[in-house]
């Protein structure tokens, strides 16, 4: 079954994923904690999202190339690199196959698309992510 991916993006676009990576995964007490690399820039800069889901109920992380039916949905190059998925995504995925019981009894929670030019991961929660800018 095939399901139509619709995904929005929700934050300011930033800069060039051309060479970006998802450079480092945590999860902790205080939430589950994504390092989005873009290398250096221009300027000489390293430049990084620090992105944190303060109570995330699942997550995933694939090669961009396993996540092929998004890029035609995921507007590459947009300079966006957070994408929250309203339609056809993970969560439906696996609803399809009697996955995530708990989680559709429970309600409210929405899927994230964190993506890179090389790893993209996927995240269940209820919050929107904090975003954070770093330059250095």
Request: hydrophobic share 40%; charged share 20%.
């Amino acid at each position: 079954m095939k399901l139509e991916i619709i995904a929005n993006p929700i934050e300011q676009p930033s800069i060039s994923h051309r060479h970006s990576d998802i450079g480092e995964v945590t999860l902790g007490a205080c939430g589950l904690r994504v390092v989005l690399s873009f290398g250096r820039i221009q300027d000489d800069e390293d430049r990084y999202l620090d992105i944190l889901f303060p109570v995330p109920r699942g997550f995933r992380f694939l090669d961009e190339g396993d996540l092929l039916p998004y890029w035609g949905v995921v507007p590459t190059g947009s300079g966006h690199s957070i994408f929250e998925v309203t339609q056809g995504g993970w969560i439906e995925q696996e609803k399809s196959y009697g996955m995530l019981n708990v989680t559709h009894a429970v309600g409210d929670y929405k899927e994230w698309l964190v993506v890179s030019s090389n790893g993209c991961l996927s995240v269940i929660s209820k919050d929107t992510p904090l975003i954070r800018y770093i330059a250095s």
